[in-house]
């Protein structure tokens, strides 16, 4: 029970961590941000999985698809949504000016 609670937390603060970078990328990034921002999703699902497959090979833990999985459609669900509110956060700003 422990170990599910720790593990639903790590995926809760690792999921707003994701949605406020990515906000604040939306806001920053003028040009393309959704391009932007899949890129940098892309990047850092790059270094995820080959630190998977090096654990996998150096010291044989096992690379479960569903441990991936969760945290992919989450980080999909923060690319969007973050991006989407840093580009309304952005759109409102320049409105009041």
Do not use: N
Not at 29 to 38: G, I, L, N, R
Not at 41 to 62: K, M, N, P, R, T
Not at 63 to 74: E, G, K, Q, T, V
Request: aromatic share 14%; glycine share 6%.
């Amino acid at each position: 029970m422990f170990v599910r609670l720790e593990w639903l937390s790590c995926l809760l603060l690792g999921f707003l961590t994701s949605l406020i970078v990515y906000c604040y990328l939306g806001y920053k990034q003028t040009v393309s941000p959704y391009k932007q921002a899949f890129l940098v999703a892309a990047v850092y699902w790059f270094i995820d999985l080959s630190v998977g497959a090096l654990l996998y090979i150096l010291l044989e833990i096992s690379m479960d698809p569903l441990i991936y999985l969760i945290p992919a459609l989450l980080h999909v669900i923060a690319v969007l949504l973050g991006t989407l509110l840093g580009i309304q956060l952005r759109r409102k700003r320049v409105e009041r000016k």
